[in-house]
């Protein structure tokens, strides 16, 4: 009987979840039951597999396992990007061909973004969606020439885009730290962990969403039989949305790269310490330097949200010595960008984890009769994982769509290096990245 044994981490750190207030108690998934779908994993991949499972077949009875409270999964834990397009700013020159597989990329974003635009306005989420597009900040002359370099690739690409010379950079940010910027619209920031779960209680009335019920062992079928924490199911068809703990369940083992990422928030502030900041009220800027320092401004919230260092995990651990680490690197890198401010105390900080391929291509489609999976989202999992949540069930009813065609056209996740070269190399990398990134961490 195969095992899972790569289980998701829970804890109560996470910011974006805890400043929600009370949460209802969670329905934990117990007995035994027989249902047409089963969905792993309640996060931005999962949660859209299954309303579209639902819309799809409306007779269709669906259960949607997680190990953790909705909110609490790595897409709860992220800084709420919800992307258009790439925030690889460093892609360097366009060739044709890329301008017209980014342009395709861009379209199925947007696809994601739609949909979840939808959910928004139907069901009066818009507290946790703000449609102020991505600013890209340099703190340094190198990353000023990413900037240049991105602003010609969205030329190319025929993209809109605002350059901010420096007291552009000063008069929206509010901070001297960044030296230039550059405005991307399409991009909306969102708190994650309060949509998913507005999505997840949004859901049709023939899914059913169980918390707190990790699946420990699957025998596969199919009818396969799925063992949580305290019951059992069988199902015809099982969709694993399960990112990073994909290789638990059996698949890809040696062709994702575990790292974790790390984010802060401030406790509130307050309206004199908010009026020394200035600027907007609500942004959101990703360095210039890939492995620079993500920043959130939440007016809505009155907090700051920062988030940085790639840690290597084979197990997602976000504890120890690197919750540690994280909370140094953090608070150095909120003081410096915000001196009127400097040393308001975070009230959280935690880690969650990313799944990578070497060749940043993703796991989709079937992975075993019977089984679906999308995982391997590469860090861009909001729209993507919920473009591709959709995507699968589109195409287990056999209905055709042109990005159904992009997601089964791309390539696989490519095979590591053996171990130890594997995770001497990501470490070695890692660090290379953050000498790089310098003061933009
Ligand atoms: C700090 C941080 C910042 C990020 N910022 C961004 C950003 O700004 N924009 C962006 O697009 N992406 C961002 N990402 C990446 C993004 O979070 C992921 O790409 C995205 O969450 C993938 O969505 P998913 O639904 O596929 O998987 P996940 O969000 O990882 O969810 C997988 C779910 O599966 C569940 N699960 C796993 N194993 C089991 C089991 N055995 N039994 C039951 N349930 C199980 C987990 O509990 C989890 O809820 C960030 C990630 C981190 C950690």
């Given at each position: 009987m195969p095992t899972v044994d790569h289980q998701p981490r829970t804890d109560r750190r996470n910011g974006w979840l805890e400043i929600l207030g009370p949460l209802p108690e969670p329905d934990v998934f117990r007995g035994e039951e027989t249902v047409d779908h089963v969905v792993v994993g309640a996060s931005w991949t999962g949660l859209a597999a299954a309303r579209r499972l639902a819309e799809l077949d409306p007779a269709a009875t669906i259960v949607v396992l997680d190990?953790?409270?909705?909110?609490?999964?790595a897409g709860g834990r992220?800084?709420?990007?919800?992307?258009?397009?790439?925030?690889?700013?460093?892609?360097g020159s366009f060739a044709p061909e890329d301008v017209e597989r980014e342009l395709r990329q861009m379209a199925m974003n947007t696809h994601g973004q739609r949909a979840l635009q939808r959910l928004v306005e139907e069901h009066d989420?818009?507290?946790?969606?703000?449609?102020?597009g991505k600013v890209h900040g340099a703190a340094t002359p190198r990353g000023e020439h990413h900037l240049d370099e991105f602003a010609s690739m969205l030329d190319t690409m025929g993209q809109p885009h605002t350059s901010w010379d420096r007291s552009a950079t000063v008069e929206h940010?509010?901070?001297?730290?960044?030296?230039r910027a550059l405005h991307t619209p399409g991009t909306v920031l969102v708190q994650p962990a309060g949509l998913l779960r507005g999505i997840a209680a949004a859901l049709p009335g023939n899914v059913a969403v169980h918390e707190?019920?990790?699946?420990?062992?699957v025998d596969y079928g199919p009818p396969h039989t799925v063992r949580t924490t305290q019951g059992t199911v069988r199902t015809p068809s099982l969709v694993l949305?399960?990112?990073?703990?994909?290789?638990?369940?059996?698949?890809?083992r040696k062709h994702t790269i575990p790292l974790m990422t790390w984010g802060s928030m401030t406790r509130q502030l307050d309206d004199d310490e908010w009026a020394t900041i200035g600027g907007d009220d609500t942004w959101g800027l990703i360095a210039a330097e890939g492995a620079g320092t993500t920043v959130r401004k939440l007016g809505r919230e009155r907090r700051i949200v920062v988030r940085n260092i790639f840690s290597f995990s084979r197990r997602s651990r976000h504890d120890g010595r690197w919750l540690a680490t994280a909370e140094r690197t953090h608070r150095r890198s909120f003081d410096r960008r915000f001196p009127s401010v400097?040393?308001?105390?975070?009230e959280f900080t935690w880690g969650g984890p990313v799944s990578l391929s070497r060749n940043g291509q993703p796991a989709f489609?079937?992975?075993?009769?019977?089984v679906q999976g999308s995982i391997?989202?590469?860090?861009?999992?909001i729209v993507r994982g919920t473009v591709c949540g959709m995507l699968l069930a589109d195409s287990m009813h056999g209905a055709p769509s042109e990005h159904l065609d992009l997601m089964l056209a791309k390539g696989r996740p490519s095979r590591n290096f053996p171990e130890p070269f594997n995770s001497l190399g990501v470490r070695a990398n890692l660090r290379w990245r953050r000498y790089r990134a310098g003061i933009e961490e």
């Open positions: 190990a953790d409270l909705v909110g609490n999964s992220s800084s709420g990007f919800a992307i258009d397009m790439t925030h690889d700013i460093r892609a989420l818009g507290d946790f969606w703000d449609d102020v940010l509010g901070t001297d730290f960044w030296t707190r019920s990790a699946v420990m062992d949305a399960t990112n990073g703990y994909g290789p638990g369940f059996g698949f890809y400097a040393g308001t105390p975070f489609g079937e992975l075993r009769p019977g391997v989202h590469n860090g861009v999992g």
